[in-house]
C-alpha cells in the first residue's frame, strides 16, 4: 500500500513537471546600457551576471529555474528605464529586478518597484539616496560617499592641501563633489574651484586648463567608468599636469581596471579610493580574475561593474534558494537585509539591514607597472564602510 503510494505519488509529480521542464521559474528582468556611448560599460556588468551564472547555475534548488530577460536602457534615460521596468513587471511577470547602471534610470524605477512590490537589486548605480526611494530597493555594488569621504582624508594626511573638482553634472558627479569637499574642508583643506561637465563629455582640455590655472595640490575628478574615464586621462596628460605638480585623485571609476590598458602611462601615480581592483591579491580575487580571463580572454581586465553584477547575482541565488524558488517580495527583502559574503572577490561585503545599502571595505589604490602592465595597486585599507551619507544625514 506505501509502495503504491508512492509511486502514484512519483506518477503525479511526472505529470506535473514534464520531463526537462521545472517545476518553478523565477524571472529576473536585468535593465542595462547594452548599446549606446556607455556600452562597454554595460557589458561589463553583464559579463559579471554570464560569469555567476555560469558557474552557479547548477546550484540551484532542484526543479527551479532562473530565466534572465534582458533588457537595454541605451544609457542614462530615465524615460527609457521606466519604460521596460513597466513592461518586464506587468507583461513579463518578473519576480525581481537588476541592473542598471545610471542613477536617473534607478530613480525613474524606484516608484515601480514600489508600487508592484519587485524587489530591485542595484547593481551599479551609486548616487546614495537611491536606496531611500523605495523599500523594495537594495544596493550591491557602491556609494560614491563611500569612496570619495575617506579619500579626503588620505589626500589632507598626505600632504594635498588645495584642490580643484571636476565632476559629471548629475547625481554621482554631485555626491562625489559633496562627499569629497565635505571630508577635505572639515579636515582643514582648501577647494579652489569646482566645475561640473556634462555627463558625456568628448573633451576635458578645456575644463582642466581652469584646474591648471587655479594651481591645485591636485584634481579631484569624477566621470561615470568606461570611455569617459580614459578620456580624462588624456586631457589630463595632453595638458602637462603631472609636469606642472598636479595630482589627479577620485573614486575608482576614473581608473576602471578594463580601460587602464587604454590609458597609457599618463595614468601612473593617479590615486583613486574603490572597492575593487582587478590586481587585488586576495585568494578570492586571484580565483575570479582567473575565472574571468577563462571566459573572456587573457588580456581582459574585470572592472567593478563585473564584481557588482556578479556579487549581485550571489545575492539573488541566495534569495532564490531560501525560498526554494518561490519568490515572496516581502520575504525577499528581509532576506536581502543583512546578506553577507566574507569572501566575494572585493572581500567581505554585507547589506546594512537598516539601509538595504553595501557594506565593504574601501581600498586606496595607486596606478602602477605591475609586470608591465598597468594596475590598481592596493595599499591601504579602510575596513567595512558604510555609506558615510547615510550616517552623516541619518538617513534609511
Ligand atoms: C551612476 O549613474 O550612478 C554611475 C554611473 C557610472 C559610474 C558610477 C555611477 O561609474
Known amino acids: ?225 568606461g570611455k569617459q574615464a580614459t578620456a580624462l586621462m588624456k586631457g589630463f596628460s595632453d595638458l602637462g599636469m603631472v609636469q606642472a605638480g598636479i595630482k589627479l585623485i577620485g573614486p575608482g571609476d576614473i581608473a576602471t581596471d578594463e580601460e587602464l590598458h587604454n590609458m597609457g602611462d599618463a595614468a601612473l601615480g593617479v590615486v583613486t579610493a574603490f572597492h575593487y581592483s582587478a590586481a587585488a591579491t586576495r585568494p578570492a580575487n586571484l580565483a575570479f580574475v582567473k575565472a574571468y580571463k577563462a571566459e573572456f580572454g587573457p588580456d581582459q581586465e574585470p572592472s567593478f561593474e563585473v564584481v557588482d553584477g556578479y556579487d549581485g547575482m550571489a545575492a539573488i541565488f541566495h534569495v532564490i534558494e531560501a525560498q526554494g524558488g518561490k519568490i515572496d517580495p516581502d520575504k525577499t527583502m528581509a532576506l536581502l537585509k543583512g546578506w553577507k559574503d566574507d569572501n566575494s572577490p572585493r572581500g567581505p561585503i554585507m547589506i546594512d539591514p537598516d539601509t538595504r545599502d553595501i557594506v565593504q571595505n574601501e581600498y586606496i589604490r595607486r596606478i602602477e607597472k605591475v609586470n608591465g602592465q598597468l594596475a590598481n595597486v592596493e595599499f591601504e585599507t579602510i575596513p567595512m564602510v558604510k555609506d558615510p551619507w547615510k550616517e552623516i544625514n541619518h538617513q534609511q
Not at 518578473?94 to 542595484?122: C, D, M, W, Y
Not at 547593481?123 to 537594495?138: E, L, Q
Not at 569621504?149 to 580643484?164: M, T
Open 1 to 225: 500500500m506505501r509502495l503504491w503510494r508512492l509511486a502514484a505519488a512519483a506518477i503525479a509529480l511526472a505529470a506535473a513537471v514534464p520531463a526537462g521542464a521545472f517545476a518553478q521559474t523565477v524571472k529576473l528582468g536585468i535593465i542595462d546600457s547594452y548599446s549606446g556611448p556607455f556600452a562597454s560599460v554595460g557589458e561589463q556588468l553583464d559579463r559579471g551576471i554570464r560569469l555567476y551564472m555560469k558557474q552557479h547555475e547548477k546550484d540551484l534548488p532542484p526543479g527551479v529555474k532562473l530565466e534572465i530577460i534582458r533588457r537595454d536602457d541605451t544609457g542614462p534615460n530615465p524615460d527609457v528605464a521606466k519604460r521596460l521596468a513597466q513592461e518586464l513587471i506587468t507583461r513579463d511577470h518578473v519576480q525581481l529586478l537588476g541592473g542598471v547602471i545610471f542613477t536617473p534610470n534607478a530613480l525613474a524605477i524606484a516608484p515601480l518597484a514600489t508600487e508592484s512590490k519587485t524587489p530591485f537589486i542595484i547593481m551599479n548605480a551609486g548616487t546614495a539616496m537611491i536606496t531611500t526611494k523605495s523599500p523594495y530597493i537594495a544596493r550591491v555594488s557602491f556609494t560614491q560617499w563611500q569612496s570619495c569621504y575617506p579619500l579626503a582624508s588620505w589626500a589632507l594626511k598626505n600632504g594635498i592641501r588645495k584642490v580643484y573638482s571636476i565632476v559629471s553634472d548629475y547625481g554621482p558627479g554631485i555626491d562625489s563633489e559633496a562627499a569629497f569637499t565635505k571630508g577635505f574642508t572639515d579636515a582643514g583643506g582648501q577647494m579652489l574651484g569646482a566645475v561640473r561637465v556634462p555627463v558625456a563629455n568628448p573633451d576635458f582640455v578645456p575644463f582642466l586648463q581652469r584646474a591648471k590655472d587655479a594651481k591645485p595640490d591636485a584634481v579631484f575628478a569624477f566621470v561615470p567608468a
